[in-house]
């Protein structure tokens, strides 16, 4: 995934004759996130699919990026050589690498490139749509990475477009009757709900299932089990309730419900 022009093999001789790896790469560009609304939106879409992502790599073998670098290609500075997605879903690719702590993601030193990434727009999506060869973010994605997914999403006002690598070349994919984008690979689908997440009311980028139902996250979850626990309990409260007033009913008729036949 590297071509050693005289730059790259320059920068190669630096580091020994090695390409360097994630623990010898800038792990930030120093930029701000864009939006407060960008670290729980992230963190929406990682604790509702971690399920999903448990149930396809029931070894553990996946690796999911928020925010974090992707070395492509070797360049100096280096950070003009990364792309740092809002999310990221690499399959197949252990939690740790080598017993650590990835501080970016190296496609030279890892090879699998991630199935799907998303971008959350802060501006007015020109950055996320430009097809500039080597530097705009579209073009990186789809002849740089060749990821066969890449997501962009608008919070205002409300929408994603998902985009699918056919032939070297993305496709607008179309959304499905529910209004949702099916990424196939990993059984599950993209859409906007609107809903309250961490206090905030937005149109949040939200996965479900392939039979439409939403993947809630782990706060859902456990509210939902909660419900159902509190209706069991008064299903079972309504039959004592019951059983005490048919009891009460028979005793008034001079039969003891409590003798045996």
Sequence with gaps: ??????????????????????????DSDGNFAQSFHEHPQSILLTDSIRPVLQRLH??????????????????????????????FYVPGVPPLLEGKMRRSY???????????????????????????????????????????FYAIYEVNPGRVEVYHLVGGQYQALAPNER????????????????GVYQE???????????????????AERAEQEHQRAEREQQRAQTAEERAAYLAARLRALGIDPDQPE
């Design 179 to 194: 209004g949702h984008y099916l990424i196939e690979p990993m059984e599950v689908a993209l859409g906007i709900r609107q």
């Design 58 to 87: 029931p070894d553990g073998h996946y690796c999911i990026g928020q925010d974090s670098g992707i070395y492509w290609r070797l360049i100096e500075p280096f950070e003009r050589g990364a792309v740092a997605p809002d999310w």
């Design 106 to 148: 190296v496609l030279w030193q890892e090879y699998v490139a991630p199935l799907i990434v998303i971008e959350f727009v802060s501006g007015n999506g020109e950055e996320e749509r430009d097809r500039t060869p080597v530097t705009g973010k579209f073009w990186v994605y789809e002849q740089g990475i060749r990821v066969p």
């Design 200 to 218: 905030m009311e937005l149109p949040w980028l939200r996965w479900w299932d392939t039979q439409g139902n939403l993947l809630p996250t782990g």
């Design 1 to 26: 995934m590297l071509d050693l022009t005289p730059q790259t093999e320059a920068i190669i001789a630096t580091f020994g004759g090695k390409l360097p790896d994630h623990t010898q790469l800038p």
